[in-house]
């Protein structure tokens, strides 16, 4: 997978990163906890802390999300979806780790970018009207990510009839509209976008032939941690899927993923550290 056209470097905004080494990018969800009303500040302070405790324990990247792209969540307006992460990027501004925003919408992308961040992550690929135009003017990373449908139903009927090339194709595809858009390659990210219009099948034939993704010569992010098809492999709720998590991210790993996304960020160093030794001592 690490074929020689694949670039071991990705420019990040204020960051050069080097991913000779697979990097952890620690998932920070700026979402209101439904259990608590202690309002707009309370979810900001918490998802600062939450942060600021992934990069103790570990995170090469952060990825703040404030709009929940689970099936079934419902749509957070872009106005809203703004005042939870612009806070947040502010707080974080300085925390020495690149920043990434995880979000579809133009107009969020353009107040991230205004506040520091260093990656788009968009689960769009920046299909949306003006999400390009967003983005060319920066210098930030961007995660061009597969998906089939739209968040809300993308799970009701997933089909496809070749899925790793289908998912090949589009990103390769997504790639050159970029690159015609005058955006760097050395930019770019890809992201088979593993539960995102996909049934268990579908999502372990793209991880089983990742290695088809490296042939786009782009880095390649992925998504697995606390998943559906985590629960369908493992029978277990979303809170105890920790081992389920680690086994398909070193999985990934071992495929040539460069930057795994993940929740538990201390036990998915440990896993890919020891993974790691193992393999360099080959
Ligand atoms: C991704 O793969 N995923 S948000 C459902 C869960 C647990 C977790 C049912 N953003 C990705 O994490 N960005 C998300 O339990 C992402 N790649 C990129 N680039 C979905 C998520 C989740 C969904």
Request: charged residues 25%; glycine residues 10%.
């Amino acid at each position: 997978m690490n074929s020689p056209q694949t670039p071991l470097r990705l420019r990040c905004g204020r960051f050069v990163l080097s991913l000779e080494r697979p990097l952890v990018m620690g998932v920070v969800n700026v979402t209101p906890d439904s259990f608590s009303d202690g309002g707009r500040h309370a979810t900001h302070e918490a998802a600062v802390r939450h942060a600021h405790r992934l990069i103790d324990e570990g995170a090469d990247l952060l990825d703040i999300g404030g709009e929940s792209t689970r099936p079934g969540a419902a749509a957070v307006p872009a106005s809203e979806e703004i005042g939870r992460i612009v806070p947040v990027l502010d707080a974080l501004r300085d925390c020495g780790r690149p920043l990434s925003v995880d979000t579809r919408r133009p107009e969020t992308m353009r107040a991230a970018l205004a506040h520091g961040a260093d990656l788009v992550n968009d689960i769009g690929a920046l299909r949306a009207p003006g999400a390009i135009d967003a983005v060319r003017g920066s210098d930030c990373a961007v995660c061009l990510m597969h998906m089939q449908g739209e968040p809300g139903t993308m799970q009701q009927q997933p089909t496809y009839v070749d899925v790793v090339a289908e998912v090949v194709d589009f990103l390769a595809g997504r790639i050159a509209a970029a690159g015609e858009a005058g955006i760097a390659r050395e930019r770019l990210v890809v992201d088979p976008g593993i539960g995102f219009g996909k049934t268990l099948d579908h999502n372990l034939r793209l991880l089983a032939s990742l290695g088809e993704l490296a042939t786009l010569g782009v880095p390649v992010l992925v998504g697995v941690s606390r998943k559906s098809m985590i629960g369908s492999l493992t029978g277990r709720d979303v809170d105890r899927r920790l081992a389920g998590s680690l086994s398909a991210m070193l999985a990934a790993a071992m495929r040539g993923a460069r930057i795994l996304r993940v929740h538990d960020v201390a036990q998915s160093r440990d896993a890919l550290r020891v993974w790691q030794a193992i393999d360099d001592a080959h």
